[in-house]
Nanobody, 126 residues
Framework: QVQLVETGGGSVQSGGSLRLSCTAS????????MGWFRQPPEKEREFVAG????????IYADNVKGRFTVSRDNAKRTVYLDMNSLEAEDRADYFC???????????????????WGKGTLVSISS
């Protein structure tokens, strides 16, 4: 069983930056590809970014590509999401998730993950 805890959410001005962290406990961290998802108010949850077990490969949703960067530190059992040029549309609850196996765009696109964190809220002020 893997437990995921997100930190780093908060309020930031439009155009600003924020770093989210997700620390895992339990299980073998390097077995899991890791990802970030978000759920804007009154909308469905959507894929944001994913990183492979080694950290060498990443995938992104089109609407964050070039602004967000996902990375991981396996020694710290932590995955990060660096968000830059934040816009009002980025306001959402952000969730960390883990899936056992290699990085798969198909799995991440459909959100078929094995474990989820409880989320952290990102608010954008103008």
């Amino acid at each position: 069983q893997v437990q995921l805890v997100e930190t780093g959410g908060g309020s930031v001005q439009s155009g600003g930056s924020l770093r989210l962290s997700c620390t895992a406990s339990g299980g073998f961290f390097t077995r899991y590809s890791m990802g970030w998802f978000r759920q804007p108010p009154e909308k469905e949850r959507e894929f944001v970014a994913g990183v492979s077990r080694s950290g060498g490969d990443t995938i992104y949703a089109d609407n964050v590509k070039g602004r967000f960067t996902v990375s991981r530190d396996n020694a710290k059992r932590t995955v990060y999401l660096d968000m830059n040029s934040l816009e009002a549309e980025d306001r959402a609850d952000y969730f960390c998730a883990a899936v056992d196996g290699p990085l798969s765009r198909g799995i991440f696109r459909t959100g078929r993950m094995d474990y989820w964190g409880k989320g952290t809220l990102v608010s954008i002020s103008s």
